[in-house]
C-alpha cells in the first residue's frame, strides 16, 4: 500500500469564476495551495480529468447536465441568487467532479494512504435536478458511487464537516442503506434542512445522521460529537471506504459562519477520522473540499488535514467532557433520541 497522501490540486479550477465580491472565489485556493506546499514531500500529485456524463448520471439527471452545460453559452448567467456560472464553470465543475472520482480511485487501488482534493466549485449543496449554494455537482455523491460501482466498494461512509447542510449530498442517499450519511452544521442556517429528525427513508432509515448545532460551537462541541456520534456509528456501520466533505467555514475566523473551531480543533476532526479509517477500512480516507471562506481557516484547516494523514501513528484524541446541561450534553442526547435504538453505544464516550 503506498504511505504517502494522494493530493489533486489543479490551477484550472480558478477558472471558475463567479461575479466580483462573491464569497466562493478563485483565491480560496491560493490559501489551501500554501498549506499544500508546506506537505509536498508526504504527497502524491494526481492529475484530475472531466468526469465522463455515465458518472454524472448516478447522481443528476440528464437535465440537470443541460442546464450546465448550457451556461457555458450564456455565461455569465445565475442558477439561483447564490450560484454563478462563467464561461468556463461548466468545464471546472466536470473536472471537479472527476478530480473526487480519480482520488477515490486512487486511495481505493492502495496507490496512496489517504486522499485531499482541493476542488472548486464545491459540491455537496447541489441536487440531482439543479445547482445550489454555490455548487453545479455534487463532488462527494459522485465519488461514492464511482466507488460502489467500479471498485467494488459495498458501503460509504459520508462524512459532512461543512458548517452547512449538505441537503444535495443528504438527498442523493437517504433512502440507501449503503452510503451512511453524517453531518456536523450550524442550525438554523442555509440552507434550513438537517434537523436531528431526518433520519432516512424507506429502507435507508437510520442511515443519515444530522447533528445540527447551534451558534458558536468551538472545539469541545466538535469534537465531542465526533467522539460521542460519529466513532460508534461508524463502528456500528463498518464503512468500507470514508469520503469526507471537508468544509473550513467552522473556522472561528470565517466570515460567513458563527462557529469556533480551530487548527487544532480541525487537527483532532482529522485525526478521529484517520483512527476510524485505519481501524474499519484500512485506512482508505479522502477529504474533498467544500466551503471555507477565510484564507486564515483554509490554509489552517488544510495544514491540519495534513498533518493528521502524514503522522505514522496519529495520538488519541481526548474525548472532551459532556456535564449536564451543556451544549455538547444537549446535542449528544438529541441524537440519541433518534439513533440510540440503532446504534449501540451512542452518546458514550
Known amino acids: 500500500m503506498g504511505q504517502r497522501i494522494a493530493v489533486v490540486e489543479d490551477a484550472r479550477y480558478k477558472e471558475h469564476r463567479p461575479p466580483p465580491g462573491h464569497p466562493e472565489h478563485p483565491e480560496r485556493l491560493t490559501a489551501v495551495g500554501e498549506a499544500l506546499a508546506a506537505h509536498a514531500t508526504d504527497a502524491i500529485r494526481l492529475a484530475p480529468r472531466p468526469a465522463e456524463d455515465d458518472e454524472l448520471l448516478r447522481v443528476h439527471l440528464p437535465v440537470h447536465l443541460a442546464r450546465v452545460a448550457e451556461s457555458a453559452r450564456r455565461a455569465p448567467c445565475a442558477f439561483d441568487a447564490d450560484t454563478w456560472a462563467s464561461a468556463a464553470s461548466a468545464a471546472v465543475a466536470r473536472l471537479a467532479a472527476g478530480g473526487a472520482v480519480e482520488i477515490a480511485r486512487a486511495v481505493s487501488r492502495r496507490r496512496a494512504r489517504a486522499g485531499f482534493a482541493a476542488l472548486r466549485p464545491p459540491g455537496h449543496h447541489a441536487e440531482a435536478s439543479h445547482p445550489m449554494g454555490f455548487c453545479l455537482f455534487n463532488n462527494v455523491a459522485i465519488a461514492a458511487r464511482a466507488l460502489q460501482r467500479e471498485e467494488g466498494v459495498g458501503r460509504v461512509l459520508i462524512l459532512d464537516w461543512d458548517v452547512h447542510h449538505g441537503n444535495g449530498t443528504?438527498?442523493?442517499?437517504?433512502?440507501?442503506?449503503?452510503?451512511?450519511?453524517?453531518?456536523?452544521?450550524?442550525?438554523?442556517?442555509?440552507?434550513?434542512?438537517?434537523?436531528?429528525?431526518?433520519?432516512?427513508?424507506?429502507?435507508?432509515?437510520?442511515?443519515?445522521?444530522?447533528?445540527?448545532?447551534?451558534?458558536?460551537?468551538?472545539?469541545?462541541?466538535?469534537?465531542?460529537?465526533?467522539?460521542?456520534?460519529?466513532?460508534?456509528?461508524?463502528?456500528?456501520?463498518?464503512?468500507?471506504?470514508?469520503?469526507?466533505?471537508?468544509?473550513?467555514?467552522?473556522h472561528h475566523d470565517d466570515p460567513f459562519a458563527s462557529m469556533d473551531v480551530s487548527q487544532a480543533g480541525f487537527r483532532d476532526l482529522a485525526r478521529t477520522v484517520r483512527a476510524l479509517a485505519d481501524e474499519l477500512c484500512g485506512g482508505r480516507a479522502v477529504f474533498l473540499l467544500e466551503g471555507g471562506y477565510a484564507a486564515s481557516g483554509l490554509r489552517e484547516g488544510t495544514s491540519a488535514v495534513l498533518e493528521a494523514l502524514a503522522e505514522p501513528s496519529p495520538p488519541g484524541v481526548a474525548v472532551p467532557d459532556a456535564p449536564a446541561g451543556s451544549t455538547l450534553r444537549r446535542l449528544v442526547d438529541a441524537v440519541a433520541a433518534v439513533h440510540r435504538s440503532r446504534i449501540p453505544g451512542l452518546g458514550a464516550p
Open 170 to 250: 443528504q438527498h442523493s442517499f437517504e433512502e440507501d442503506p449503503s452510503v451512511l450519511y453524517v453531518s456536523t452544521h450550524q442550525f438554523p442556517y442555509y440552507p434550513g434542512t438537517g434537523d436531528f429528525d431526518e433520519a432516512g427513508r424507506g429502507p435507508g432509515l437510520g442511515a443519515t445522521l444530522n447533528v445540527p448545532m447551534p451558534a458558536g460551537c468551538g472545539d469541545a462541541e466538535y469534537v465531542g460529537v465526533f467522539q460521542r456520534v460519529l466513532v460508534p456509528a461508524a463502528r456500528h456501520f463498518r464503512p468500507e471506504f470514508i469520503l469526507v466533505s471537508c468544509g473550513f467555514d467552522a
